[in-house]
């Protein structure tokens, strides 16, 4: 009878083979691989793990960026699209906002009347130097906020030799700006797999407690990276679209306004 149950139970067991945990052996011990079927990025030390998303990043020719950022006490919000010869996109705050596009070296900016007028738009609450209505000026000038009013809706063209340009051009910098984002500080650390917008990734941390930043990079395909989490809470970005080709065209000239060499202060 002992015999016969046995057999019955050793029956069972192998017909129910999506169940075998429950029947005892091959169960808690043989835990399925998590770098099973992946680019095999998971099982690198973490510094390749960064090489390795890096250069993805850099051989990619398009890249959708979006998240926050916060520099100097302000969060601003960040939503890009860049690609080697310009790129695209919006920054905003909590006082302002701006579009960016870049074509080549030409730069437009365009903003809301009140990014003109009280200059709080650029990153760290500063007006761009040489602004045409710089900081409080709608308070001390009559005729400032009707100045502002027809640069709304307008692409104003940013000249190469005007100090803001360098600074507002390092937003549309695809290889640029992800070489500063993708660069973790401290000793890297391997950390656990998990998932970005539904995508397997592994995670490289830098510093002790992820204290330098967390870089998630894809374990399928080309280990493009996913997701950033800044040093010190200084935001999240998450990355997306590799290679993905967005149209890019100057705007028309009814659509812009063209200071020239440099835009005019109105101070």
Same mark, same amino acid.
């Given at each position: ?5 046995? =057999?019955?139970? @050793? !029956?069972?067991?192998? %017909? ?5 945990? *429950?029947?005892?052996?091959?169960? /808690?011990? +043989? ?90 738009? =650029?990153?760290? @609450? !500063?007006?761009?130097? %040489? ?5 409080? *000026?709608?308070?001390?000038?009559? /005729?400032? +906020? ?93 990355? @997306? ?10 705007? *028309?000239?009814?659509?812009?306004? /063209? ?9």
């Amino acid at each position: 009878m002992r015999t016969r149950n046995a =057999a019955l139970v @050793g !029956a069972l067991c192998v %017909g129910l083979s999506v169940a075998l945990t *429950a029947c005892g052996g091959g169960g /808690d011990g +043989a835990a399925k691989d998590p770098d099973e079927g992946t680019n095999g990025v998971g099982k690198l030390q973490p510094a390749q793990i960064q090489d390795k998303a890096r250069a993805a990043a850099r051989a990619a020719a398009a890249v959708h960026l979006s998240g926050s950022v916060v520099s100097q006490g302000r969060t601003y919000r960040i939503d890009m699209r860049l690609k080697r010869d310009g790129g695209t996109g919006r920054v905003s705050s909590d006082v302002s906002t701006f579009e960016l596009m870049r074509v080549g070296d030409e730069l437009f900016l365009k903003a809301p009347a009140a990014f003109w007028s009280r200059g709080e738009g =650029a990153p760290g @609450g !500063a007006a761009p130097k %040489g602004a045409p209505i710089g900081k409080g *000026a709608a308070d001390s000038k009559p /005729d400032a +906020a009707a100045a502002a009013g027809k640069l709304e809706k307008k692409y104003v063209k940013v000249p190469v030799a005007d100090p803001s340009y360098q600074q507002f051009k390092g937003f549309t910098e695809k290889d640029v700006l992800l070489d500063g984002l993708l660069g973790l500080h401290g000793k890297l650390t391997r950390g656990e797999h998990g998932t970005v917008a539904g995508a397997r990734t592994i995670r490289v941390s830098g510093g002790a407690n992820a204290s330098g930043g967390t870089l998630d990079v894809a374990l399928m395909g080309t280990p493009y990276p996913l997701r950033i989490q800044r040093a010190g809470g200084a935001g999240q970005l998450e990355l @997306g679209d590799w290679g993905k080709d967005f149209p890019l065209t100057v705007p *028309a000239k009814s659509e812009t306004v /063209d200071y020239g060499k440099k835009i005019p202060s109105a101070n």
